[in-house]
């Protein structure tokens, strides 16, 4: 049995997430205890800043990389799925997929 079977499922479980409606405060708390703070040189992977900034979920595997963007109440998402022919931890790529969200989810910027 597959838990997760197309992007639809995985974008609709972490909107669920986002907005708590799978965990509450304290046991979202407890997920993320003993996780490493995110590396402060990588690359923001927030679009729209300044106005209704999104922020992303981000999954790879070798070959392709994996991208959400969703509002902070999980009303707006978008998601990427990029196929790669370079490693995936290439900084550039994450700039490019903000790049493509800002276009598409703030064209007025």
């Known amino acids: ?8 499922d995985l974008s609709a479980f972490q909107r669920a997430l986002d907005t708590y409606k ?4 304290e046991e979202l708390a407890a997920l993320n205890a003993g996780r490493s703070p995110m590396d402060p040189r990588s690359p923001s992977l927030k ?6 900034e999104y ?7 070798p070959g ?7 509002s902070r109440d999980g ?3 978008l998601v990427m799925s990029l ?3 370079t490693v995936h931890r290439d900084p550039a790529i994450d700039a490019l997929a903000a790049k493509a969200g ?7 910027q």
């Open 22 to 25: 799978l965990l509450t405060n």
């Open 102 to 108: 800002d276009a598409i989810l703030c064209p007025q």
């Open 47 to 52: 679009v729209c800043e300044g106005q209704a």
């Open 55 to 61: 922020s992303a979920v981000k999954g790879s595997s």
């Open 1 to 8: 049995m597959n838990l997760v079977k197309a992007a639809d």
């Open 83 to 85: 196929t790669l022919a």
């Open 75 to 77: 009303r707006v998402q």
């Open 64 to 70: 392709f990389n994996t991208l959400t963007f969703g």
